[in-house]
């Protein structure tokens, strides 16, 4: 039984309208992607936000703010919760000589109230920066420059390999057994297009040196260069199983990379950058083009490890409140045993010299039949900042032009594009600076042939503009004080902040420029505000728009046409390769073919013996505390309105919610109300401006490699109990389709004003529903909650415009409402290309119970044709839809049934009471909510959603409680036990499989039907239950900064989870037992009988699988 091969995860449906996206984990049959490659692209972040909605009810405006904020590392930046003393110390001098390493240079960063150390070790050369503070979440990471020749995608088929065993961890997957039985808050590996980076993070000191010694050991000493079976399976390789059939390509990457070239925005993002960079190592691929990546071959896999992954080649990064000695002891163990090598020299990046004129390139990409091909055109305009990396002021000033021209739905750019109606949804991340020379690009989709030059001079008229008339005041202090609140609030959720200022530091200090001055931005902040202040942001912006964009030769514009024949025209040219392959071969050959495919599989199957498994580095079950993480939380009540609040230490910030009741709603407007979150405003984001950090996590979130889920969990939710993350995790799902929403004006405001005042005032506002089953209770929990945040000295301003967010907002306009539309649509489009097994999750929740359903409306398949018809509906009969959306308004918004929740100091809950108090005097007191039954389901039968796609994503499901299942704590643990990446939903009690980017279709569900057996025949000795008991823990306890925590109770208020309950769940999964495993098992045999079959999958698969169980599916075309 392949255990390694199965897929699968307790999956739930208290997701809001969410997909479910999120939840899944994907193990495609032979494995799975795991550690992420980083795109290289220059969209890569304008991917990248939409998956923000993830981190945090981030509205998808926002997203646009985040990145680049600015080169300094705004964002990144911490100011650690608890108030400490300023000094920190370094190693001792001395031991560090003796240890073998050279003090370079150390600073106290204010910033983020570290002491810095930068060391040489004289042997080699290698550089660490050991960072010390007083923060718990301790961060390590290895990073390695990787400038790539070809798109044969080394770099990244050799992250994948260095974490499958090495010299003193021989087993197939140290990480996966590190994600099992770990307290990690953070653990993965990214490829970017000239670097590697390996981090982890924990707030256990004894868990943190065990993963610090698996990463070094795994980097420095991997067997994957001693054995081809490796590279094979992580890279390529033929696999013939007879040698009568036909020879197929597969590899862990290749696999992935297949789905990566099978979007189309990430398409786009890679001709831009190919076509920005013809010269450097940008102009190839780091993650491998599949039709490449077969050229690679384990020689030059072996040579490109030698010769990079190599102490001279690195840059090492501790962080944390450890001890700074220690961390040395344990380097120079790793370092000592190598000789300096040339390998500085050879990985320097080159850079890109400027065009003297622009270059136009067209390119296809693949489409779905039918439909409107003419207006699936996308046109990006691209720019070259640079010939040499800029200073600091420049690029900070770049930043902040960045934020003025996009950031937030008012910003110009960015508004005048969208109303235009040329296209659907911006593409092109705005200014991009993480690689060696800055670039800026943007651009539209879902543009008509026609209108392509058109979008080409409005792009190009705005940003003349912009250049002549300069911005208007109150949008500069609005991005000023975005900017401010963010960095003073620092909120990376989940995400580790020694990691978010690491690889703000990485991105200088990888083009051996200095690693503290990323670090430091109080300084370049004052004086750009003091330049603006002074001359005038028109002086400051005027001339940066027009020497690095209008007057600036090295524009690259890329078209890109829909092209419905490409994706079979790829397959059969890839056939037609094997084709000859096959037919150069010998009789002997194929034998031999067949025979070492055997032999891979019959590797990958064999479990690793137990003698192995025991050299991985765990905890004991005495190093895990015995309670739950107990959030203070006072229950109490203003003016007849429920109240919650908990006393954190935020720094000044006042984190507040307003919840309201959305179960008496019709059934009928249940989609629209993703609209009504229109409501809503918000300046941006409730994370107004996360750091670039963050855009990775999102990332990768977004095609989740192994052990995702949890990193997805903690970002969102941070450590609550498991089913609660899932339930946030849901919501801000909910909240990336509900979010542009947030963008009309009042009566007093258009809503360019009202976003600025959001903007000036506050660190963002939110609007976003949710919904979750109860468990003992047939109604789902439905709500729509109000999120917002300010500096608490502005916490008047922040509840009177919350106020006028939900009782002001006008919904009148029409041009408005149908951008949103087709701004939503086209996200909706793309996450079924993108994120099929969240589509495919939420379908089978919508046919398993209510909640699922009420998801599924308002963010699955369901809601895409929902978006369709509301299209054309806007158009043909607005006065209704605006009717309903008033009506929506009416119903939800009243102060009973409504509940607040605040998170700040006691001070600062104080002084927020009385504002508490005069906001709930204004809202209307409608009659009491009635809940209307919304008892709905999807018919169960089993269903393909067909897409222009070369990869699946297979899902089956059945709701365990209708089989008498009784929750116990001991089901966390034989689920990660069995993935190592679940979600588990009480409440709903949905147990499903899914997989990611799946070669297969039926074969996988034969897999997923295998599970009941494998848990009944499952041998398991005590370590391998402990390292699962402690991994289920490390879920549990994730790292939670202050309002995550405030939110993650209100979570449980309002599911109604208790502290008894989570006590007795906590004790179950310390006292889990194999005979619970075995249990478990009858449970299981349940999805197998009854479970129910989603499918997001390609036509020929799909029609394959018909053919061979006829009927099996219903087929629904998708996209
Ligand atoms: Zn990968």
Same mark, same amino acid.
């Not at 909605?53 to 680049?68: D, K, T």
């Not at 370094?90 to 960063?109: N, Q, Y």
């Given at each position: ?35 992420? %490659? ?7 972040? +304008? ?32 100011? +650690? ?46 550089? &660490? ?24 995608? &080394? ?13 003193? /961890? ?66 390529? %390789?033929?696999?013939?199983? =007879? ?96 000789? #300096?090598?040339?390998?500085? =020299? ?164 990888? /083009? ?78 194929? #034998? ?121 969990? @903690? ?66 929990? +439905? ?133 508490? +108090? ?13 809940? @209307? ?70 074969? @996988? ?27 289920? &823990? ?8 202050? =309002? ?76």
């Amino acid at each position: 039984m392949e255990r390694a091969v199965l897929l699968r995860s307790l999956s739930s449906s208290s997701s809001s309208s969410a997909l479910a996206s999120t939840r899944l984990f994907s193990r495609s049959v032979h494995r799975l992607p795991k550690r992420h %490659h980083l795109v290289p692209n220059v969209h890569r972040r +304008s991917l990248l936000r939409r998956h923000l909605g993830f981190i945090s009810p981030v509205s998808r405006p926002s997203l646009q703010l985040n990145r680049h904020f600015c080169p300094l590392s705004v964002r990144a930046v911490s100011t +650690s919760t608890v108030q400490s003393s300023p000094e920190f110390l370094g190693a001792d001098d001395d031991v560090a000589d003796k240890l073998g390493f050279e003090k370079v240079s150390e600073e106290f960063i204010e910033e983020c109230k570290s002491r810095a150390v930068l060391y040489k070790h004289k042997k080699t050369g290698a550089e &660490i920066m050991s960072v010390s503070n007083d923060d718990e979440n301790k961060v390590f990471g290895v990073v390695f420059r990787t400038p790539p020749k070809d798109s044969t995608g &080394i770099p990244h088929i050799l992250e994948h390999s260095v974490l499958c065993g090495s010299r003193k /961890y021989p087993l197939k997957e140290p990480f996966v057994e590190l994600l099992k039985g770990s307290l990690n808050t953070f653990l993965n590996a990214f490829t970017y297009p000239d670097r590697t980076c390996y981090p982890v993070a924990s707030t256990n000191t004894k868990d943190f040196y065990n993963l610090v010694d698996v990463y070094l050991d795994a980097v420095f000493f991997p067997k994957c260069v001693e054995d081809i079976k490796t590279f094979q399976q992580e890279g390529w %390789h033929y696999e013939l199983n =007879d040698p009568s059939e036909d020879i197929t390509y597969k590899g862990v990457v290749f696999n992935e990379m297949k789905g990566v070239y099978s979007q189309p925005d990430s398409i786009l993002g890679r001709a831009s950058q190919q076509a920005l960079f013809p010269d450097n190592t940008y102009g190839v691929d780091s993650g491998g083009d599949p039709q490449v990546i077969p050229k690679l071959t384990f020689e030059e896999f072996k040579e490109f490890h030698r010769k990079y992954y190599h102490p001279s080649n690195a840059r090492i990064w501790f962080y944390g409140d450890d001890d700074p000695n220690e961390r040395l002891r344990i380097l120079s163990e790793y370092l000592d045993m190598f000789e #300096a090598n040339s390998a500085p =020299d050879e990985s320097r990046v080159g850079s890109q010299k400027l065009f003297s004129e622009p270059v136009r390139i067209v390119e296809k990409y693949p489409a779905a039949e039918g439909g409107d091909l003419k207006k699936k055109h996308m046109v990006c305009l691209n720019w070259l900042l640079s010939e040499t990396p800029l200073d600091l002021e420049t690029e900070l000033a770049l930043g902040f032009l960045d934020h003025l021209m996009m950031g937030t739905p008012a910003s110009p750019l960015r508004k005048i594009l969208l109303e235009s109606g040329l296209g659907d949804a911006i593409v092109g991340g705005g200014v991009e600076d993480e690689l060696l020379q800055p670039q800026f690009s943007i651009g539209l989709k879902g543009v008509s042939e026609d209108n392509i030059q058109k979008v080409e001079e409005l792009i190009m008229t705005t940003l003349k503009e912009l250049a002549e008339e300069g911005f208007n005041s109150d949008a500069v202090e609005a991005s000023m004080n975005t900017i401010e609140f963010s960095l003073r609030e620092n909120n990376t959720g989940s995400f580790p902040r020694g990691l978010a200022l690491m690889l703000r530091s990485i991105g200088k200090w990888i /083009y051996d420029m200095d690693p503290f001055q990323p670090l430091k931005y109080q300084e370049p902040l004052k004086a750009l505000k003091a330049r603006i202040a002074e001359e005038g942001s028109k002086a400051v912006f005027a001339p940066l728009i027009e020497k690095f964009i209008l007057s600036n030769p090295h524009r690259v514009t890329i078209e890109m046409q829909p092209d419905p024949e490409k994706a079979s025209r790829d397959e059969a040219a890839e056939k037609e390769n094997l084709e000859k392959v096959k037919a150069s071969m010998t009789e002997e050959d194929l #034998a031999e073919l067949a025979r070492a495919t055997h032999e891979l599989k019959l590797k990958q199957e064999t479990p690793d013996p137990p003698e192995a498994l025991k050299c991985v580095p765990t905890l004991s079950l005495e190093d895990i505390p015995k309670k739950p993480i107990h959030i203070p939380t006072e229950v109490g009540d203003i003016n007849g309105t429920k109240v919650l609040q908990h006393d954190l230490f935020t720094n000044d910030v006042l984190y507040a919610e307003v919840v309201f009741n959305m179960s008496s709603l019709k059934q009928e407007l249940l989609p629209l109300s993703m609209r009504d979150a229109t409501v809503s405003i918000s300046k941006s984001c409730y994370w107004p401006q996360p750091p670039k950090p963050w855009a990775i996590i999102a990332y990768y979130l977004k095609s989740p490699p192994k052990g995702i889920q949890k990193s997805q969990v @903690t970002q969102a939710c941070l450590a609550c109990d498991l089913e609660l993350a899932w339930a946030i995790v849901s919501s801000s799902y909910s909240h990336t389709s509900s979010q542009s929403l947030l963008e009309m004006g009042t009566k007093d405001m258009d809503f360019v004003q009202l976003n600025q005042l959001i903007g000036r005032k506050t660190g963002g506002i939110s609007v976003y529903p949710f919904t979750s089953s109860v468990r003992g209770k047939e109604d789902p929990c +439905s709500r729509i909650i109000v999120r917002g945040k300010a500096m608490s000295e502005r916490a008047e301003d922040l509840f009177n415009l919350v106020n006028c967010v939900i009782q002001d907002v006008q919904l009148m306009d029409q041009k408005r409402f149908k951008q949103f539309v087709s701004q939503s649509k086209a996200r909706m489009e793309n996450r079924l290309r993108g994120s099929g097994h969240g589509i495919a999750a939420a379908r089978m929740d919508a046919k398993l119970n209510v909640a699922g359903w009420v998801s599924e409306k308002m963010g699955g398949v369901s809601y895409l044709e929902f978006l369709q018809a509301l299209e054309k509906k806007v158009d043909d009969d607005w006065p209704e839809i605006s009717s309903s959306l008033e009506e929506i308004r009416k119903t939800l918004i009243s102060k009973n049934d409504c509940l607040i929740n605040l998170t700040a100091d006691g001070k600062n809950l104080q002084n927020a009471e009385k504002y508490v +108090s005069k906001f709930l005097d204004m809202l209307p007191n409608n009659s009491p909510v009635g809940s @209307t039954a919304w008892s709905a389901r999807l018919p169960r039968t089993n269903e393909a959603l067909v897409i222009p796609t070369q990869v699946n994503y297979v899902g089956k499901a059945a709701n365990l409680f209708e089989t008498g299942y009784q929750l116990k704590g001991s089901a966390y643990v034989i689920s990660k036990y069995l993935n190592n990446s679940w979600l588990w939903d009480r409440c709903a009690s949905v147990f499903s499989f899914l997989s990611y980017r799946d070669p297969n279709l039926l074969k @996988t569900l034969d897999v997923y039907d295998g599970t009941s057996n494998f848990l009944r025949e499952l041998e398991m000795d005590d370590d391998a239950l402990t390292k699962a008991i402690i991994g289920t &823990i490390g879920d549990v306890d994730s790292y939670q900064l202050p =309002d995550a925590k405030g939110y993650s109770s209100l979570m449980r208020y309002l599911l109604g989870v208790t502290e008894e309950e989570r006590q007795i769940r906590r004790e179950e999964i310390l006292s889990t037992r194999l005979s619970d495993f075995k249990e478990f098992a009858d449970f299981v045999e349940a999805v197998k009988d009854k479970g129910v079959v989603v499918a997001v999958a390609s036509p020929d698969d799909v029609d394959a699988a018909n053919n061979t169980r006829p009927n099996f599916f219903e087929v629904k075309k998708a996209l």
